[in-house]
């Protein structure tokens, strides 16, 4: 039989569909999907400004913030800080010095740059010190958050049926009591025990480290249950999948299953869900240091200087500058880690993916 000739189409008048990939790996392709998301990258570069400048500043602050002076107190930003006082200079030869008349102020130009509180600390030294505390609080509640939320969820998702139901009905029951209440009574049930038990490590002198670490333990514990939540979901869409069913019947372990295929695939919700719980754990925080039962003075926070502005700001005579730079540098913090969060979110999901 004769053969039928075939008619076949030049390799060249195949339409090329540019897409995403251009054999770049699932990272790379998340990080160019990040890098147009204008907002996400200017909160990146703010977020990581103010942080280098609470990590490198982290010696002089933390030797500063609780230096009292009560010559100053009152002082506001950038003032001239030679002029001070001038009527009481026989009286304050230790904050200032008299040089042929002159009197001269042992404070620099940095010490008052935000100003000087009422007991004549520099807010700018207790703002970058606090700033390194509310920080580490929230990123060690966020990771407590995400380790429970994460291993909560997975099981509940993965076992299913009554291990299931036990397990969300339990976190509906949490969701309802104020986590307030909740994080009050974990402090009083575990902070004296943990500042026994630092005691016996370390020595005396432990309440403010007990203090900063039943702190976070209870945001912690009580922050994780909207990402149990969301993990569980991603787990039971995740089981329905063919290659899962093809991975349970070829007779995978389970712990296999758990660490090579499913554990990958939550890589981005986890990411994205824990860079919004840090403004979420920093909020709580500050919400308690403004209450009075978060960190404990003298150690600040920037909810703490931000409930001692609120209270120097009076009809009288307004003391803006105590309230307002701890409030701007909280605002500024939030709002980049909510953009963060958003761009990541945006940039992992396969969805989102654009033609070039």
């Not at 540019?18 to 770049?24: I, L």
Request: charged share 15%; aromatic share 8%.
């Amino acid at each position: 039989m004769p053969k039928r000739k075939t008619s076949q189409v030049p390799r060249s008048s195949v339409p090329i569909v540019a897409t995403d990939s251009g054999g770049h790996s699932p990272g790379r392709r998340a990080w160019l999907r990040f890098r147009r998301n204008k907002p996400a990258i200017g909160s990146l570069l703010i977020m990581c400004l103010i942080t280098l400048a609470c990590l490198l500043f982290l010696p002089a602050s933390s030797s500063n913030y609780f230096i009292q002076d009560l010559d100053y107190n009152w002082s506001p930003p950038l003032v001239n800080i030679n002029t001070l006082n001038t009527d009481n200079n026989d009286s304050t030869m230790s904050a200032e010095e008299k040089v042929d008349g002159v009197t001269e102020s042992k404070h620099s130009i940095l010490d008052a740059l935000f100003g000087f509180d009422i007991l004549g600390r520099s807010i700018l030294w207790r703002c970058l010190f606090g700033g390194v505390v509310s920080l580490g609080i929230g990123l060690a509640a966020a990771m407590i958050s995400v380790v429970i939320g994460t291993a909560w969820g997975a099981v509940a998702g993965w076992y299913g049926g009554r291990v299931d139901n036990v397990m969300m009905r339990l976190v509906d029951i949490l969701y309802g009591l104020p986590y307030v209440l909740m994080i009050i009574l974990l402090k009083v049930a575990f902070e004296e025990k943990l500042t026994k038990m630092l005691t016996h490590l370390f020595g005396p002198g432990q309440e403010r480290l007990a203090n900063i670490m039943i702190l976070f333990l209870a945001i912690g514990g009580v922050s994780w249950l909207t990402m149990a939540r969301v993990i569980r979901g991603q787990v039971l869409s995740l089981k329905a999948l063919p290659y899962m069913e093809a991975a349970r019947a070829m007779g995978v372990p389970t712990r296999s299953i758990l660490w090579r295929h499913l554990l990958p695939n939550l890589i981005g919700p986890i990411i994205v869900y824990a860079t919004l719980t840090v403004p979420q754990a920093i909020l709580q925080e500050s919400f308690l240091s403004f209450l009075g039962i978060g960190i404990q003075a003298p150690m600040p926070t920037w909810g703490s200087l931000a409930s001692e502005g609120v209270k120097a700001v009076n009809t009288v005579q307004s003391f803006w500058w105590m309230v307002f730079f701890p409030c701007l540098l909280l605002a500024l913090t939030l709002l980049c880690l909510n953009f963060i969060g958003d761009g990541l979110r945006d940039a992992l999901d396969p969805k989102t993916q654009k033609t070039k």
